[in-house]
């Protein structure tokens, strides 16, 4: 793997000048994703992981520690980070990046709100802190073939994201070169999570573990805490575990390219399932409108997509209503019958329609590398589904960029409307204009000094 020092050379980023990458693109991503994360998480207010939280982990520091966004309540920073990283990940309705094949918000904004409410940062404090988690992510899972690593079970927004949201802590931590090197030798041990947990509560907890760690690790470190400090490129250490094929090399470049929407920008979800079933949905959304068609017209559904686009989908006979989420045969199924996509759609008894079912065993997802439909080339995946109809007829419409993207992004007006819904659903006639007004401008406050107007901390709607 070569001896290069990565851990050295993710905290010297971390801590040093990043003027240079503070775009403002870069900024505007980082008022939009908080708004996204906090929305989803209020969502997911009353899901089955919240409650289980809520009874184990209710927030026993009194007035001083982090707020617990869907109770109100505040903990200790490790644990106010952890519940509320879970949340914002429970409905898989939080941001993505295809440079890491995993998500990146739910890990990195719940540490820093956490560790904000703490040391009292200026906004822009925690929206530096941010560009620095984003781009430690991508230079961590460059520093791998991140394909791989995902592929043998790995599941990257926690594995990559505690390292990420180690480096963006020390930064609004003001940590020294030292103790965050030490910080990340603590991350890359506790770095940790499998695929094999996906459409269970575990999952959405990954991204609450790593947001946890990453808190502990940066705290632990600053108080004294050692580590090995070469521990990501060390023989026995981090990238070794992770991949064996490591390029280590890669990570400084990566730190030293400039802020672009490919490798940097995010995807924001329009549906509240896996995002490598946004492509399809998106088709066959646009195939029923084109053809009106009815569930009754329907002999099968074929859906081609790119390589290993199929590795995150690994319930296609899904038994429980969480496993839904990563079924493409359900979700499609489920759309064509009309049923929404969003955060009211997953509870109990959902497989419980036979025509649904019925339609699930006809639709059939395959991986090529060559799309059946349209161009040749793709960027980061595509999808192409063919409707035979029982007249023989055959319907056919390729994605490649779904809504939300950052191909296809969202206007402001439509991120608005998405963190409104979010509040909506999980705190019926909450304030959500007057909790949107206050997180969009956190970014350019002089100073946070956390939220006053989350929906918990209202009388009358804890």
Not at 264 to 275: D, I, M, P, T
Not at 289 to 308: C, H, N, T
Request: with cysteine; hydrophobic share 45%; net charge neutral.
């Amino acid at each position: 793997m070569g001896n290069e020092a990565v851990t050295a050379v993710l905290a010297d980023y971390a801590l040093g000048d990043i003027s240079r990458h503070v775009t403002g693109e870069a900024l505007r991503q980082a008022r939009d994703t908080l708004l996204d994360t906090v929305g989803v998480a209020l969502a997911a207010r009353n899901a089955a992981l919240v409650a289980v939280l809520a009874k184990t982990h209710a927030g026993s520091a009194g007035a001083a520690g982090s707020t617990i966004w869907t109770s109100g309540r505040r903990a200790d920073p490790e644990i106010a980070a952890m519940v509320n990283g879970a949340t914002a990940h429970a409905l898989d309705y939080d941001d993505t990046n295809e440079s890491i094949r995993g998500h990146l918000a739910s890990t990195i904004w719940p540490v820093l709100l956490a560790l904000g409410e703490e040391v009292r940062p200026s906004g822009r404090a925690l929206a530096e802190a941010y560009v620095v988690g984003v781009r430690a992510a991508v230079a961590v899972a460059d520093g791998m073939a991140i394909d791989d690593h995902y592929a043998r079970g790995w599941h990257s927004t926690s594995t990559v994201g505690v390292v990420a949201a180690t480096c963006a802590a020390a930064r609004l931590l003001g940590m020294s070169a030292a103790q965050t090197r030490h910080a990340l030798g603590l991350a890359g041990s506790m770095a940790s999570g499998s695929r094999q947990n996906f459409g269970t509560m575990t999952k959405p907890f990954h991204a609450g573990l790593a947001a946890r760690n990453a808190v502990l690790a940066a705290t632990l470190a600053r108080a004294g805490f050692e580590a090995n400090p070469s521990m990501l490129e060390g023989p026995l250490g981090y990238y070794a575990l992770m991949d064996g094929r490591a390029r280590l090399a890669q990570v400084a470049r990566s730190l030293d390219e400039a802020w672009t929407p490919a490798r940097h920008g995010v995807s924001l979800k329009n549906y509240a399932v896996c995002y490598n079933l946004h492509r399809m949905c998106d088709a066959m959304a646009a195939l029923k409108a084109r053809a009106g068609l009815r569930p009754g017209d329907v002999e099968r559904i074929d859906v081609a997509i790119e390589p290993q686009g199929k590795a995150p989908l690994i319930h296609s006979r899904p038994g429980a209503a969480l496993e839904c989420k990563f079924s493409a045969e359900y979700v499609l199924a489920a759309q064509f019958h009309g049923r929404g996509l969003g955060p009211a759609d997953f509870g109990d008894g959902i497989l419980e329609h036979e025509a649904l079912r019925s339609l699930m065993r006809r639709i059939e997802v395959c991986e090529q590398k060559m799309p059946p439909a349209g161009a040749p080339e793709w960027l980061e995946g595509y999808a192409v589904v063919t409707v035979t109809l029982r007249s023989g007829a055959r319907l056919t419409e390729r994605v490649d960029n779904p809504k939300g993207h950052w191909g296809a992004p969202f206007s402001r007006e439509e991120i608005a409307r998405k963190f409104r819904n979010c509040v909506a659903f999980g705190f019926p006639g909450a304030d959500a204009a007057g909790l949107e007004e206050e997180i969009l401008a956190v970014t350019g406050a002089d100073r946070f000094e956390g939220f006053s107007k989350l929906p918990a901390q209202v009388p009358g709607r804890g």
